[in-house]
């Protein structure tokens, strides 16, 4: 098992707690962290945006990205929504194993 930590912005807090959720409740995700107030300068459209959102920390496993990938897009309301997964270079046992455990299909 190799462990993944995907960001992902949302417009609101509302957004964020509804893709959170349904991570979860999918067990694409172990956990989720929604983080207020992120503020994001991004070109869109050939124009420079700078917006207030929530950024997404989603805890998941390799084997499991994929298919949080697929789900997320079909979710997010945004039409290219950020997802970008990173891996961990380190991580203690016990987390490691519940994040495997809570990520298996049921």
């Not at 912005?9 to 957004?15: L, P, Q, V």
């Not at 503020?39 to 499991?64: C, F, M």
């Not at 990173?86 to 495997?100: K, Q």
Request: glycine share 0%; with cysteine; net charge negative.
């Amino acid at each position: 098992m190799t462990a993944r930590i995907v960001f992902c912005a949302c417009a609101d807090r509302e957004t964020a707690s509804r893709l959170a959720r349904a991570l979860v409740d999918e067990r694409l995700a172990a956990c989720v962290n929604a983080i207020p107030s992120v503020v994001s300068t991004y070109r869109w459209n050939d124009a420079i945006h700078t917006d207030n959102e929530v950024l997404l920390l989603i805890k998941t496993t390799a084997d499991r990205l994929d298919a949080l990938e697929t789900r997320l897009i079909e979710l997010h309301p945004y039409e290219v929504p950020e997802l970008l997964a990173i891996e961990p270079v380190a991580g203690s046992a016990p987390y490691l194993a519940w994040l495997d455990r809570e990520t298996r299909p049921a």
